[in-house]
């Protein structure tokens, strides 16, 4: 499974770039998984499902068209993905997450800087705060993008059991992004 981050602050443009580019994906033949982050509660007060949370700890919902499951405590990335049938996995929000790339939406605020965390693969959007050694697109750019999100993509399993010679995997990641480390070095994946 590929992972990628789609990440910026609040009216960035983070849904926008990661919807297009889960329809480019798709048009590409991948199996497309995205993985949003939100601040607010996922079920309605009052509703059967949450009428139901009351009294245990998961609640599965299941209709003719859609399904979903809903726990009453929150889990990591790691727990989510190993729910998703996917190659290609779209992570919306995240920001402080250190175990795969990522792309950032710039607003063209003094606080896009700090978005720059050694893990972006891209940059869209204003590029007053950019930085030379990462690329900035043009937010309809959406193709090259994507044939980004395609090459480097992946996802380290946050461990940081120090197996690969670093001490945690946010060291290896931006080894990987930087081009001088691989994914192959980390080895409770390659076991």
Known sequence: MQVTGIVGYKDSG???????????????????GV????????????????????????????SQKEAALLWKKPLSLEDMLSYLAAD???????????????????????DDANLFDGL????????????EDVPLFDRDDVPRIADLV???GFKLPNLDCGACGRETCYDLAR????????VEECVPLSE
């Open 150 to 152: 395609e090459r480097k």
């Open 14 to 32: 983070k849904t926008t770039l990661t919807h297009a580019l889960a329809r480019e994906l798709i048009a590409r033949g991948h199996t497309v």
């Open 120 to 131: 972006l693969i891209a940059a869209v959007g204003p590029g007053y705060y950019a930085r």
């Open 88 to 110: 290609i996995v779209l992570v919306e929000g995240f920001k402080e997450e250190k175990t795969y790339p990522k792309i950032a939406c710039l607003r063209g605020q003094p």
């Open 175 to 182: 080894e990987i992004v930087a081009g001088i480390g691989s």
């Open 35 to 62: 993985v949003k982050h939100t601040r607010h509660h996922l079920d309605l007060e009052g509703k059967d499902t949450a009428v139901l949370g009351e009294s245990v700890a998961q609640v599965a919902i299941i």
